[in-house]
């Protein structure tokens, strides 16, 4: 029975591990329907992969966008702010870019789209580790 019980929570405890892989959010830009997802949970400092999906309202995904990726850390004691940006590249359905947070901390993310005379933004923080 220990067995069985030692089996069961390392099944658990590794699907909660491939659940909590990657750091997703789903958001409403415009008229667009995106979803961006970090390749780290939580980010990290240095290199992390940002994936954008875009869709249209009937969920078609949009071709030819220009997709980018604004970070940014406010300013601390003793240190400016930090702004950087990144144009994501279209990869299939999706657009990828590459975010290199240079410290630990709260980052504030805004994904800006363009397509087809449409616009659309969507902003939000993460806390790299």
């Not at 959010?25 to 994936?51: L, R």
Request: charged share 20%.
């Amino acid at each position: 029975m220990k067995k069985l019980l030692m089996i069961g929570l390392v099944v658990l405890l590794s699907a909660g591990v491939a659940i909590a892989k990657d750091y997703e959010v789903s958001k409403k830009a415009g008229e667009f329907n995106v979803v961006v997802t970090i390749d780290k949970n939580p980010p990290v400092t240095g290199d992390n992969g940002v994936t954008v999906s875009v869709k249209d309202a009937s969920g078609k995904a949009v071709a030819g966008a220009k997709v980018i990726v604004d970070y940014s850390m406010p300013a601390m004691p003793g240190m400016p702010p930090m702004n950087y940006k990144a144009e994501a590249v279209e990869k299939g359905d999706v657009y990828k870019a590459t975010m290199n947070l240079s410290m630990a901390g709260p980052w504030n993310i805004a994904v800006k789209i363009s397509a087809g005379g449409k616009s659309g933004s969507l902003k939000f923080t993460v806390d790299a580790k």
